[in-house]
C-alpha cells in the first residue's frame, strides 16, 4: 500500500516530511482560526506553509484531509492527565486546561473550525470523535484512581465524569457565548465531582 492510499494522518513520517508536515499543519490551522473550514484552500495553505501545491494535494489531497492530520497532532501533543490525590483537584485541572485551549485566541477558533468540519464531513467526525477519544481515555485513569480511594462508587463511568466537566465549557464557546473563565471552569469541575460522589455516573448494567 502506498501513502497515498492511506487515510490522510496515518503516516508517521520524518525528516524532511516531518518538517513538511509540520509547516503544512501550521499553516493549516492559522487560515482555519482566521477564516473558519469553509475558507480552508490547499493551495493557500501550501503557499503560507512555502511547500509545493503538489505536495500538498498528494498528501492531504482536501480541506478534510488536513482538518483529520490536524486532529491526529493535537491528540500527539495534548498533556497527560493530572494526578492530584483527589478526583476534585484532577477535575479542576482538566476543566482549567480545557478552559485555557478553548478561550486562546488561535486554538478556540481552531476548535470552532474542526467542530463545524465535523457537523457537514463524516470523516472529520470520525477523525473529531477519534482525538476525544484518546483525550478520555488518557484521563479515565484519574476517576479509577477515585474509586480506589473510595471518593466516588464503584462502576462510574469515568467517560460520563470527563465529558460533564467539558461541556458546559464548550456550551459556552459554541452556543450562549458566555465567559470561559476560572470560575466556570472551577464550577464544572465541583458539579461533575459531586456528582459522581452521588453517584449519578455509575454505568446502568446491560
Known amino acids: 500500500m502506498t501513502s497515498e492510499e492511506l487515510t490522510p494522518g496515518s503516516v508517521r513520517p520524518g525528516g524532511r516530511t516531518a518538517r513538511v508536515r509540520e509547516a503544512v499543519l501550521q499553516a493549516a490551522g492559522d487560515l482555519l482560526a482566521e477564516r473558519g473550514f469553509a475558507h480552508l484552500d490547499l493551495a493557500e495553505v501550501a503557499a503560507r506553509a512555502e511547500v509545493g501545491k503538489t505536495t500538498a494535494y498528494r498528501r492531504w489531497r482536501t480541506p478534510t484531509g ?10 500527539e501533543q495534548s498533556l497527560p492527565h493530572a ?64 474509586i480506589t480511594r473510595g471518593e466516588v462508587p464503584e ?8 465529558s460533564a466537566v467539558s461541556a458546559p ?38
Open 66 to 75: 488536513l482538518v483529520i492530520d490536524l486532529l491526529v497532532d493535537m491528540a
Open 83 to 146: 494526578d492530584t490525590g483527589s478526583l476534585l483537584g484532577d477535575l479542576t485541572a482538566n476543566a482549567r486546561l480545557v478552559a485555557k485551549t478553548l478561550t486562546d485566541t488561535r486554538q478556540g477558533r481552531l476548535f470552532q473550525a474542526v467542530i463545524s468540519a465535523a457537523t457537514c464531513d463524516d470523516t472529520a467526525a470520525t477523525a473529531l470523535h477519534r482525538f476525544y477519544d484518546i483525550r478520555l481515555t488518557e484521563w479515565s485513569p484519574c476517576v479509577q484512581a477515585a
Open 155 to 162: 462502576g462510574t463511568d469515568a467517560r460520563a465524569v470527563l
Open 169 to 206: 465549557l464548550y456550551y459556552r464557546l459554541l452556543a450562549s457565548g458566555d465567559p470561559i473563565d476560572d470560575l466556570a471552569a472551577t464550577t464544572a469541575a465541583h458539579a461533575a465531582t459531586s456528582a459522581a460522589a452521588a453517584g449519578l455516573f455509575v454505568a446502568a448494567p446491560r
